[in-house]
């Protein structure tokens, strides 16, 4: 369940509290400026409105008060319809005392807050902030539990997620056969004109990606995060490996969670025995993501971020190839953005110990990478129910080939 608007506030508000208090903290606050923290308006369920000044929301642990906003009164206006105590607040010396006066009772204060930064996707307030609130006498702790419990879906969020998972494979799908099709004709296709086709069957279809998607030929799937940028991008000629990451979420509903895969093909019969070796190292690597995943649902553990990616990077190791590791195994899925601030899949970039929660969204993405040559990522959108994970993007096998003549290039 998320922070809907169909749902009253102060019920909304009354189920973070509980977790507050089940996490073992005092309280939570979650301080915005300028709309740099997204949680606030998810939180209180503000969709428009200018916020200029610093904002708190303070959620106090259940059975130690209700929920309260702190503004200041510029601002007021965009508070003003809150069913929620709103406190004004004029210059920074009020704004201070004010925040005393909120959290008068110390203890343990949950923040967006990690420390040396190790989580990005929580990690919203300045060290400057963090000491303000420190010299009210609390000891300010890291809210990233609780952020992860943002990414947990109900009954109708898993559905969304189901129907954009499969416009994400059908999309694909009619990309990888329109490039097939125009290389047999001898016409000439470019990485911009599929990534317009898949943008243009997501618009027809009820679909919005936000941006991308990425069409990598060659040495462009190389780079983890290469686009085209909306132009024409490279030619796709016959004995190229192509990439096509792809992501998409049902277009205009509330709190709609994204699908995201990835794909690899051949245009051409055969596919080179290096790439066929990058890419059974990386179906590899993925498999053992998720029976890592599979074994602790059977085992009834929880399984941390961290651990997973880690099940990924000894499995690309055992193959001798983990120098051409560049980034964590998978992400969280999100509403608001397809990367979400729940549980990241990652050892290395961002060390995440938070657990996968039962009901949230992730993606398993390894990927191997030869600068100037080639790239190989294969990405699955899943979810963790109650019985283990449940993959909901087609799972590729085998590299997708084409039936189109040419010489092989990598």
Known sequence: MTAGQGVALGVRLERWMGMVRDAGFDGWLVADFRWNNPLLPRLLGLSSGILTRRCFLWLPASGRGGPRVLASQVDGHTLAHLDCPVTLYGGFDEMEARLREMLHRGGRVAMEYVERGLLPTVSRVDAGLVELVR???????????????????????????EKA?????????????????????????????????????????????????????????ADPHYGTGGGEGAVIMPGSVLLIDLWAKVRDVEDAPYADSTWMAYTGPTPPDDYMSAFTAVRAARDAAIELIESAARAGRSVAGR??????????????????????????????????????????????????????????????????????RLEVSAMLLPEGPRVTTERQEEISVMQVSGQGKT
């Open 135 to 161: 010299g009210t006498g609390v000891t300010v702790v890291s809210s990233g539990a609780l952020v992860a419990n943002l990414e947990v879906w109900d009954e109708r969020q898993k559905a969304l997620h």
């Open 307 to 376: 651990e997973i990616d880690r099940a990924a990077r000894d499995s690309v190791a055992r193959a001798g190839l983990a120098e051409h590791l560049v980034h964590r195994t998978g992400h969280s899925l999100g509403t608001d953005h397809v990367h979400g601030m729940g549980t990241n899949l990652d050892d290395v970039e961002f060390p995440d110990d938070r657990p996968l929660l039962t009901g949230s969204g992730f993606t398993v993405e390894p990927g191997l990478y030869w600068p100037g040559r080639f790239g190989v």
């Open 165 to 221: 998972a499969r416009g994400v494979d059908e999309a694909r799908r009619l990309a990888l056969a329109r490039c097939e099709e125009m290389l047999r004709r001898g016409e000439r296709v470019t990485e911009g004109a599929l990534a317009a086709l898949i943008n243009s069957y997501f618009a027809e279809n009820g679909l919005v990606a936000g941006d991308g998607p990425d069409v990598a030929v060659d040495a462009h799937a």
